[in-house]
Structure formats: structure tokens, C-alpha cells
């Protein structure tokens, strides 16, 4: 039996988490909306279904998030307009634990990711951010595909290194 | 370094094949020097999303959302989108298979129909032929299919309601050539579980056709149709990747 109070409370952990990063996906507070309405329709619905073998349940359902913002920024990638980022500095007071989580990896995500060049940071965001397939963006940087695989695997690998260092130096 | 090792980035992401899929997950198991590489990125995938600033959530969103949800919880949505998700097979119904050509031969009243559902000139499309009486058909739900990434076809679907049968017709074009045994096979899918509808090879001209008829239960609430291409007509359950979907 589906229990709403729970679909609210699920609703009310995450929407802050998904709702920025959709909106890092798409730039459109409108198909950011969108974006979680489906991913929560897919939880109601029992169309993605969650099991251990998954990993954590956070990072199952930002990749659930990705891929529906990527599958929406797709098809609406000719109409919707891009918007400026609207930052929050305030934290929620609902969820402390989530934001300082937040808080403390995305400083280290932003450092690490500041050790890339401009050509890595647009490789792993077209990947990454926009879903391309690796042939996609060897077309959209005007790259042989042979060249894109090797660039976004050491970009990707530099910043796993990155990040494990950020982490050493404050661990 | 195996070649293979080179799909680990397009597997992460969902971009390959069943078939390759299936090579890559098997070389995975006999390579920990690739699988220690998809761990780390997997594990790297899962932070990125950190790596996004706080955004305030618009006014009443949560409303809004919630409200949908409960309210209209299939009209949105994706057919299979995430990786790894099974689908759960069902019983094959009837199918009645034609070819583009096969299609408009059959007469005016089924050319004409098919033009005017997927022109969307009508939802109520009456029809008059010499010979006949006049015949109503409610076409019920006509969608555009999307295209997959890096699948260039275009197709339109939607049900067909007479006095006393209910069709689906599915007309698609632009379509890439097969080989072989290969055909594109249409989906009907009700919570996100394929039933085959009907199969087809396109014309020289990338043009192919499907009419569905009848439907195997009038009680199902499809909510979803899809195309792929699968290795060879009959498949109960989907193969290949999906090329063309849209829901109702």
C-alpha cells in the first residue's frame, strides 16, 4: 500500500538536493519542476524501484534525477530558455545533516574541479551535465572519437584524484 | 588495454547496446583492473551531483508536485530510462503485421484514415468511401515518438476506437535500414511492462506501418508505446534499445 504522508516526507528530504541539480542540468526553474514531478511520479508509480545493490539510496536517486533531467533537457532542449543561477545561501532548517553534507562535498567538489583545465571542464560537462555519448561530443568539440575517450577518461580519473586529495588534505 | 575498456564511459552512461552491454559486464568480471576504474567513476558519479549551488525551490512546488503526483501519476514519464531496470514480460497477444506499402494498398478508407489521424486534421475522423456506409472512427490519444539520441527516425501512434474494436496504428519514417532477420518491433507498455504490438521492416524510402487489431484487453490502461529494433520478429520481451517512445 503506497503511504502519501511518506511520499511527503521523502518529498520534503530531497527537494532542495534534486531541485538544484536538476536545475545545474537543465538551467530552467520550469523543467527543474518537471524533473522532480517525474522522478517522484517514477517513486509513486513503482517504476524505479530501489534495492541495496543500487548503492545508498541518496545516490540512486540523484542518478534517477540525472537521467530524467537529461531525457527532458533532451526534448526540450529547443524551447526552453536558459536562466541565470539563483543562488540560496540560507540552509534549510529541515534538513541540517543533508546541507552540511552538501556543503562539505560541493566545496571539495569545487576545488577539486577547479584543478581541470577549461577543455576538461566542458568534456566532463557534456558528458556528464548534458548526457552526451562519447561520439555526440567528439562532433561537438570537433575531436576524433579515439582523442574524446582517452581526454574525458583522464579528465574524469584527474578528478577522482583531485577529490581524494582535497579529502586527504582536510582528513 | 583492451578495446573493451573503452565502452566504460558509454556504459556508465547508458549509451550502449544490449548486446554490448552484455560484452562489457562480462569483461568487467574478468578485468578488476577495469572494474576498480568503474567503481571509482561510479563512486565519483555520485558526488557530482554535490557539485551543484543551492537553488530555492519555486513557490508552491511542493504543492503542485505532490498534487500531480497523486493525481495524474501517468501522464508524465519515460519508457525504461534508468539503467539496470527490468522488464517484466507478458503474454504475447495477436499481432497483425503489414508494410507501408501492404498498408495503403488495402484502400481509401484505411489510407485515408491513417493520413488523417497522423496529420491530427481530427480526433473524430469521418470517413464516407464508395460502397460503404459512413463509418466513424475516434482516433483517441495521437502522439508524436520521440527519438532516442543519435536515432534520426520520426513516428506517430495512437488508438483507434470503431463502434466495437479498439486498434493501435503506428506509422513511422525515416528509418534506417535493417539486415537480416532484424525488424522494428512495437511496444504497448502498461507500468513500464513491454507487450508486443506488432512488428515491421520499412520500405526502401525508411517508411513502416503497424495496425494493431484487435487490442489484446480492452481493461489495460496503456500508457506508454515504443519502438526498437530487435534481432529478429517474435521477441516476448525487448532486446533491443528503444528508439522511438512516447506516453499517452
Redesign the interface.
Known amino acids: 500500500m503506497r503511504d502519501?504522508s511518506a511520499?511527503?516526507k521523502l518529498?520534503?528530504q530531497y527537494?532542495?538536493?534534486l531541485?538544484?541539480?536538476a536545475?545545474?542540468i537543465t538551467k530552467s526553474?520550469a523543467l527543474?519542476?518537471?524533473v522532480?514531478?517525474?522522478v517522484?511520479?517514477?517513486l509513486?508509480?513503482?517504476?524505479?524501484?530501489y534495492c541495496k545493490s543500487?548503492?545508498?539510496f541518496s545516490?540512486w536517486l540523484?542518478?534517477?534525477?540525472?537521467?530524467?533531467a537529461i531525457?527532458l533537457l533532451?526534448?526540450n532542449m529547443k524551447q526552453v530558455p536558459t536562466e541565470d543561477?539563483?543562488?540560496?545561501?540560507s540552509?534549510s532548517e529541515e534538513n541540517i545533516e543533508r546541507d552540511v553534507?552538501?556543503r562539505e562535498?560541493?566545496s571539495q567538489?569545487?576545488n577539486a574541479?577547479g584543478t581541470l583545465s577549461d577543455e576538461q571542464k566542458e568534456i566532463v560537462e557534456l558528458?556528464?551535465y548534458q548526457?552526451?555519448?562519447?561520439?555526440?561530443i567528439a562532433e561537438v568539440c570537433s575531436m576524433p572519437l579515439g582523442t574524446v575517450?582517452g581526454r574525458?577518461?583522464l579528465a574524469?580519473?584527474h578528478?577522482?584524484k583531485a577529490?581524494d586529495n582535497e579529502r586527504g588534505v582536510r582528513g | 588495454m583492451n578495446n573493451l575498456c573503452?565502452n566504460?564511459?558509454?556504459y556508465i552512461?547508458?549509451?550502449l547496446n544490449t548486446d554490448e552491454k552484455e560484452q562489457f559486464e562480462k569483461h568487467l568480471e574478468e578485468h578488476p583492473a577495469c572494474r576498480e576504474?568503474y567503481e571509482?567513476?561510479?563512486?565519483?558519479?555520485?558526488?557530482?551531483?554535490?557539485?551543484?549551488?543551492?537553488?530555492?525551490?519555486?513557490e508552491g512546488?511542493?504543492e503542485?508536485?505532490?498534487a500531480?503526483?497523486?493525481r495524474r501519476?501517468?501522464t508524465?514519464?519515460?519508457v525504461n530510462?534508468?539503467?539496470?531496470?527490468e522488464i517484466p514480460s507478458k503474454q504475447a497477444p495477436p499481432v497483425e503485421t503489414v508494410k507501408m506499402k501492404k498498408w495503403y494498398q488495402r484502400g481509401v478508407v484505411a489510407g485515408t484514415l491513417v493520413a488523417l489521424l497522423f496529420l491530427s486534421l481530427a480526433t473524430n475522423v469521418y470517413l464516407l468511401s464508395p460502397g460503404q456506409t459512413d463509418t466513424t472512427f475516434q482516433a483517441n490519444n495521437v502522439v508524436s515518438l520521440?527519438a532516442s539520441?543519435?536515432f534520426s527516425g520520426e513516428g506517430q501512434a495512437s488508438f483507434v476506437q470503431t463502434d466495437s474494436n479498439q486498434s493501435l496504428l503506428v506509422l513511422a519514417n525515416n528509418l534506417e535500414p535493417l539486415a537480416g532477420e532484424e525488424v522494428y518491433q512495437v511496444w504497448l507498455l502498461n507500468?513500464?511492462a513491454p507487450s508486443p504490438a506488432g512488428s515491421f521492416k520499412p520500405d526502401e524510402t525508411g517508411a513502416g506501418a503497424v495496425v494493431f487489431h484487435p487490442m489484446p484487453d480492452g481493461e489495460v490502461d496503456w500508457d506508454a508505446v515504443a519502438i526498437t529494433k530487435e534481432p529478429q520478429p517474435g521477441n516476448q520481451t525487448p532486446e533491443g534499445d528503444i528508439l522511438l517512445q512516447n506516453t499517452f
Open positions: 502519501e511520499l511527503e518529498y520534503d527537494e532542495r538536493l531541485y538544484s541539480f536545475f545545474r526553474k527543474s519542476e518537471e522532480l514531478q517525474e517522484f511520479i517514477k509513486w508509480e513503482g517504476r524505479a524501484v543500487k548503492g545508498s545516490s540523484l542518478t534517477v534525477t540525472r537521467f530524467t531525457d533532451r526534448k543561477y539563483v543562488f540560496e545561501n540552509p553534507e552538501w562535498t560541493g567538489l569545487w574541479v558528458f556528464y548526457g552526451l555519448t562519447q561520439r555526440k575517450k574525458l577518461r574524469l580519473n578528478l577522482k577529490l | 573503452d566504460i564511459l558509454d552512461n547508458g549509451h576504474e571509482s567513476l561510479v563512486t565519483l558519479m555520485s558526488e557530482l551531483p554535490y557539485h551543484s549551488p543551492p537553488i530555492k525551490p519555486s512546488m511542493k503542485r508536485i505532490l500531480n503526483v497523486l501519476s501517468s508524465l514519464g519515460q530510462t534508468e539503467n539496470n531496470e520521440q539520441e543519435g507500468d513500464g
